[in-house]
């Protein structure tokens, strides 16, 4: 395995930057569907500033994290600044209210991890789930947007590799591999960790944003426009970043000592963070920190079966990628 380690990129490798380009661009969503989103946004924000006049309504996740694919759902939160809520009885009230204003499929699951009301739109055909004050996931799309808006390798990349993880079904929290949220933060912090770098730590710059959510400060510098340059002393391009990324996470990552932060910009030990061992039933063999809640390993769904599936996944892309003929096909073949 580390023999491999050192791996020099194939000289032919830009040959592949338009075939992926047009791969990326295949995934991006339609401008009529995301204006059909905020159409139903609208009608959501109508219907519960009836009931509830202060609270605000946020999309979050991939329809608004820029990360989205095409046809995905769209994830809301209801945030509403009570202390003496009852999440059950508001989600089954609102479950009442969006019944009478013809949206199907409407269910309460009140007793879910994360409980939530799902509906369909017959009118625009989206699918959403809504849930109560989730800001920590509102504040979290905010960060990924945010760096988004930086470099656009970083939105050409995560959706190759989400598209890939998809496609080999490595995308399941309840099979044991990662989320799209997992996904999109090795990203980041692959284009951090450049030389010279992609992407800034925006964590660890001056703070022009500034929340509070359940006790964690969600601090950093949000005034992204300002940085439209920081990634330009770097020439990579689309096909050298894929090989790039499943190289190192096929061949370079150090699982055993390791945890990848965005939130510091760098590699952190599993020592300092007390993850050696497994606790419960996190295991802490793959670990990526959240960037805020930061006790929180993205990689603890891992287990020991998913952690092979998930690295010899690794190493059939970065081969691939270092010697397939077609790699723009063959890294998303369907398991
Ligand atoms: P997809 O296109 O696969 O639906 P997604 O961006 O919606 O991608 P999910 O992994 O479904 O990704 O997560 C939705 C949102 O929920 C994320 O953007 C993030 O804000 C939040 N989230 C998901 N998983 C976690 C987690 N383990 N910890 C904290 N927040 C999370
Ligand atoms: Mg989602």
Aim: charged share 25%; aromatic share 10%.
């Amino acid at each position: 395995r580390m023999a491999n380690k050192y791996m020099a990129c194939r000289n032919d490798i830009h040959r592949y930057d338009a075939p992926f380009m047009a791969v990326y661009k295949s995934l991006i969503p339609a401008e009529e569907e995301l204006e059909k989103q905020r159409q139903l946004m609208a009608q959501l924000e109508n219907l519960v500033a009836k009931e509830w006049p202060h609270a605000k309504l946020y999309l979050y996740g991939s329809c608004a994290n820029s990360f989205g694919f095409p046809k995905s759902d769209i994830d809301v939160c209801l945030a509403i600044e009570d202390d003496d809520i009852n999440k059950s009885e508001m989600l089954l009230k609102l479950a009442d209210i969006l019944q009478s204003d013809n949206l199907q499929n409407v269910q309460a699951l009140t007793r879910a991890r994360v409980p939530i009301v799902k509906l369909m739109d017959p009118v625009t055909g989206i699918s959403c789930d809504i849930c109560i004050n989730n800001v920590l996931a509102v504040v979290n799309t905010k960060l990924l947007r945010d760096y988004a808006r930086i470099d656009a390798r970083l939105r050409q990349l995560a959706f190759i590799v989400k598209h890939w993880a998809k496609s080999r079904r490595v995308n399941e929290t309840y099979q044991g591999t990662l989320s799209s949220y997992a996904y999109v933060l090795m990203c980041i912090h692959y284009l951090q960790l450049r030389r010279p770098p992609i992407l800034p730590c925006l964590q660890e710059m001056d703070p022009t944003y500034s929340v509070r959510v359940n006790n964690i400060r969600c601090v950093y510098f949000d005034n992204v426009e300002r940085l439209s340059n920081f990634g330009s002393n770097n020439r990579e391009t689309i096909a050298e970043l894929v090989w790039g990324f499943f190289n190192y996470w096929a061949y370079a990552h150090d699982y055993s000592n390791t945890v990848v932060s965005v939130r510091t910009g760098s590699i952190l030990g599993k020592r300092e963070k007390d993850w050696t061992r497994r606790v419960g039933n996190d295991r802490h063999l793959i670990c990526i920190e959240d960037p805020f809640e930061t006790s929180h390993d993205l990689g603890r769904v891992v287990d020991k079966f998913s952690i092979r599936v998930l690295r010899e996944e690794f190493e059939r892309a970065a081969k691939i990628m270092h010697q397939d003929p077609n790699p723009s096909a063959k890294l998303f073949e369907p398991y």
